[in-house]
């Protein structure tokens, strides 16, 4: 998923509509913080309501479609 527009911004936290690089559907991220952490690892990882692909075109055992499930770190 990747950001399409902020909806909302208050310091570091957000809300914004994400679209899907593989089926270009949209849903809304309802939270969000600006850190790279949480760009680049959080965002990344969730997952598409409609083809359940995360932003690397896997669809992984547990579904991230809303950026609060456990995010894993590479070591």
Known sequence: MR???YTFQMRNDFSAVMECEHCSATQELKT????GFY???VIPAITC???GKNQSGIIPAVKN???MGH???AP
Do not use: F, L, R, T
């Open 3 to 5: 950001i399409q527009k």
């Open 39 to 41: 760009h680049n690892h």
């Open 32 to 35: 969000g913080y600006h850190d």
């Open 49 to 51: 309501k409609a083809c």
């Open 65 to 67: 479609d809303n950026g």
């Open 71 to 73: 995010v894993e770190v």
